[in-house]
């Protein structure tokens, strides 16, 4: 049993606890912190928490804090990582880790040096399809992952604090991409260096300073390409979808939009439908079990069992800061409309990898490009010769 401390009683933190009641059947939230008195109380009722506070450093110290989570707004984030390593508390937090790269390092090296459990929170990674596929991906199902794209889309956050750059410490970018390059990352190979970015990014609708629109490319050392198309400015809901190509097969997933829930209303009843649903009228697009399907309580297994078991978590600190330097490159590429380096002056994974050759011999003389059968039913196969390069059909 781990007792849980909420640093966070908005919309994440709820989420967060709805997706640890009733899941393990051990972990309890008994702290719960929020900046308004109002919102921490409510907290506390709905949820049987038997302590609230107002004071951040009191939540984190309170003796029935064995772990912290942190679900506050991004411009809180370290001051709340390092309160965890003042006091040696295990901390897991919510996406993304920092603002910037620089930001994310200094967390995840003090967290480090303090010797505490640090668990990143990156739901998308943990959802039921995602797991699935990032398995048979594992097992070689589709061979090497030459492209891997993830859409994440909406009409936008929730909460002020996202709209306002300084406190965000960006846009769609960093509120969305980070989900979609952790997810490309995971297909890819988390010790494929990623080596560049090229992304456009713009501020379409929304009268704000951040993008609430970008699409971007990610070019990793082994060759492959990881893409995020990102918005805030998407409308109909949220869209998350992301597909996989390899040089033996092809994933398609769709986690939110499109689950084979459909209902039409005609808005008499005006119940929640799902997260960033933007009408309740209509065909409308429900989610079974919202928690599940974002992953959140298959993260947390996952994170408090690594705990108790003194072993990584699937998504950890050191994740967080790759993907935070991914995006710090996107930002810079956005303004200079280049292919700008990925800087990661901590780097753990491997280094010197190389495109491998994936021809296939036809025979000892050629190489084979494809073959097809025709409507007619000719079967066609088209080679290159290995010595000249000429291209014939056999």
């Not at 772990?67 to 709340?80: G, K, S």
Request: aromatic share 10%.
């Amino acid at each position: 049993m781990v007792k849980i401390c909420i640093l966070g009683g908005g919309f994440i933190g709820r989420f967060y606890a709805e997706s640890l009641i009733g899941r393990r059947g051990k972990d309890l939230v008994h702290v719960i912190y929020a900046r308004r008195e109002e919102t921490a109380r409510r907290f506390a009722t709905d949820y049987s928490v038997p302590h609230f506070s107002t004071d951040m450093e009191e939540a984190v110290a309170h003796p029935d804090s064995e772990i912290v989570i942190i679900a506050l707004p991004n411009y809180v984030h370290e001051a709340a990582v390092m309160l965890c390593v003042k006091h040696k508390k295990p901390v897991l937090c919510t996406k993304p880790l920092g603002r910037t790269a620089e930001e994310a390092l200094r967390m995840t090296l003090a967290c480090e040096e303090a010797g505490i459990f640090a668990g990143y929170l990156e739901d998308l990674c943990y959802t039921p399809k995602f797991l699935k596929s990032v398995k048979s991906v594992e097992s070689g199902a589709i061979g090497r992952v030459l492209w891997a794209k993830s859409r994440e889309t909406h009409p936008g956050p929730h909460s002020d604090w996202f709209w306002d750059i300084e406190k965000a410490g960006g846009g769609a970018i960093l509120d969305l991409g980070c989900h979609c390059v952790e997810i490309s990352r995971n297909f890819i190979g988390k010790e494929v260096l990623p080596l560049e970015v090229m992304c456009w990014a713009d501020t379409q609708v929304k009268p704000i300073d951040a993008e609430d629109h970008a699409i971007g490319l990610v070019k990793y050392e082994n060759g492959a390409i990881g893409q995020f198309e990102v918005s805030w400015t998407f409308r109909g809901g949220m869209d998350l979808r992301d597909e996989v190509m390899g040089t033996e097969g092809t994933i398609w997933i769709n986690s939110f939009l499109r689950t084979g829930f459909e209902m039409f209303s005609s808005g008499n009843g005006g119940d929640y439908v799902a997260e960033k649903a933007e009408t309740s009228s209509g065909w409308l697009f429900p989610v079974g079990d919202e928690a599940h399907e974002l992953g959140y309580p298959n993260m947390f297994v996952d994170m408090f069992d690594a705990f108790e078991k003194g072993t990584q978590s699937r998504e950890t600190f050191y994740d967080g800061y790759v993907v935070n330097a991914i995006l710090d490159a996107a930002y810079k590429s956005a303004k200079t409309k280049l292919w700008e380096p990925v800087q990661l002056p901590v780097w753990r994974g491997k280094r010197g990898l190389s495109k491998p050759s994936v021809y296939q011999d036809f025979d000892e003389n050629y190489w084979l490009i494809k073959e097809e059968l025709l409507p007619n039913g000719d079967r066609k196969t088209i080679l290159k010769d290995k010595k000249t390069g000429e291209i014939r059909t056999k």
